[in-house]
């Protein structure tokens, strides 16, 4: 079945394409390809390029300062990004705290935070998680203070992503120990150079530097940056993760990862014949296309059922959960896909440089460190465990 958009959506993804196309340096778009990390300048600028066209923030309103597309646009505008290699948003600013400060924010939160999210000025981090509190993310135990025109923060998160690259974090923080662990969290939203907070690295198993663990010492948090009302923050972080995990399906870039291995494939021989051609290989990249085609005629169901503003349910943990088992299995086949090529490790994929030159496919040596940490998709924003039984829960079982 070949599915085909209306002609203006038609319309809508060739005039992103060729924006895409014009604009995007050809050495960012080799390191989306060749699964190397984007740096901070990379990300920022190219942040800035789409304010300049009127193309960031996809999902904000006209009033917001977004481009106030539909659910149809913004489904094209990601899959055309993707398939055209363009550096994957950041989600924490504007796909993440932006919807909570939309919903809840005062007028001068608003107005201060969105602009300078939109342009990545506000580069912020998540912290949630800590060290005992993951999918127990109630459990949470960084304490918060009230000092009058202040919060005092004292405590650590862990898994924190990109915030070695952060001048923001939005934070959980527990506001009251005597209520249900439920109704004593706070959200705050605050700078990442003020005093008392520290940033360490955690290096992670494919060598690279994402995550790390951040600690507060009598961290002085201006009132300003508490984010709705004062222990309402669970329900503030649940509105959140519903954005989080719709974003983690990651149809566009699976689609374009999809083809990368068929031509991976077709270039790799086994006894003679293109791997592309082998019966038992190319039964299981159908199978997985299938799978992805099924994927993706969900998410679209979704979106032709979803009104404006309507905010994802249920329907998150499922995208998240097949988005993610498919992100691993494409990773999985392009390792098989260039055997014993895939063994050198380009452990410093970090930010990609390396002047030995490749033994098989170029990209062969990021093959290993890929794979090993495209891991993380079916746990971070909620293992995939935890997906499963908000589904069973939903459904009263
Ligand atoms: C690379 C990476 C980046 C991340 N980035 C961030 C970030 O930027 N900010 C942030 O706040 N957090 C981040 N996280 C944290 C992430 O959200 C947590 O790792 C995740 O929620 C799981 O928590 P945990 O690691 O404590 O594992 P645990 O909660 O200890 O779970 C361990 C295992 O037990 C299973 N399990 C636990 N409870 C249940 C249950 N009730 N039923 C069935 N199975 C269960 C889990 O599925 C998992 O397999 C990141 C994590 C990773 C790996």
């Known amino acids: 079945m070949e599915l085909t958009y209306p002609k203006e959506a038609q319309d809508f993804a060739e005039q992103i394409r060729a924006f895409v196309r014009a604009e995007l340096p050809a050495a960012i778009k080799q390191k989306v390809l060749f699964h190397k990390r984007i740096s901070r300048d990379e990300q920022v600028f190219w942040q800035r390029k789409l304010v300049e066209h009127g193309y960031a923030t996809p999902g904000w309103s006209k009033e917001h300062g977004g481009p106030g597309w539909d659910a149809l646009q913004r489904h094209v505008y990601d899959d055309v990004m993707s398939e055209e290699a363009a550096p994957p948003a950041i989600p924490f600013g504007e796909s993440m705290i932006a919807p909570v400060l939309f919903a809840v924010g005062t007028p001068e939160q608003k107005a201060h935070y969105l602009p300078k999210i939109r342009t990545l000025e506000y580069f912020f981090c998540q912290g949630f998680s800590e060290p005992g509190a993951g999918s127990d993310l109630a459990s949470l135990k960084t304490r918060a203070i009230d000092k009058g025109d202040h919060w005092e923060v004292n405590g650590q998160k862990t898994w924190t992503s990109l915030a070695q690259y952060a001048n923001m974090i939005f934070c959980l923080v527990r506001t009251d120990t005597e209520a249900k662990l439920q109704e004593g969290i706070t959200m705050l ?45 669970w329900t503030y972080a649940k509105l959140l993760l519903g954005h989080e995990r719709t974003s983690i399906a990651r149809i566009g870039q699976s689609k374009r990862e999809l083809r990368h291995l068929k031509a991976l494939a077709s270039e790799q021989e086994s006894d003679g014949t293109p791997l592309m051609e082998q019966q038992a290989f190319r039964e299981k990249v159908a199978a997985l296309e299938i799978e992805l085609a099924a994927l993706e005629i969900t998410a679209l169901r979704i979106i032709s059922t979803a009104g404006k503003g309507h905010s994802p349910g249920v329907e998150a943990n499922l995208l998240k959960i097949k988005g993610s088992e498919i992100q691993q299995r494409l990773t999985e086949m392009m390792l098989e896909a260039v055997g014993p090529y895939g063994l050198p490790f380009d452990t410093n994929k970090g930010l990609g440089e390396t002047n030995l030159p490749p033994i098989g496919p170029e990209e062969a040596a990021s093959l290993g460190p890929n794979y090993l940490m495209t891991r993380v998709v079916s746990i971070y924003g909620g293992s995939n465990e935890i997906q499963r039984n908000i589904i069973a829960k939903s459904l009263g079982l």
């Open 189 to 233: 939203v605050f700078p990442m150079d003020l005093p008392g907070i520290t940033v360490r690295p955690i290096i992670t198993i494919d060598g690279g530097h994402s995550v790390n663990e951040t600690f507060f010492d009598n961290v002085k948090v201006p009132k300003f940056g508490q984010i709705g009302e004062p222990n309402k923050g």
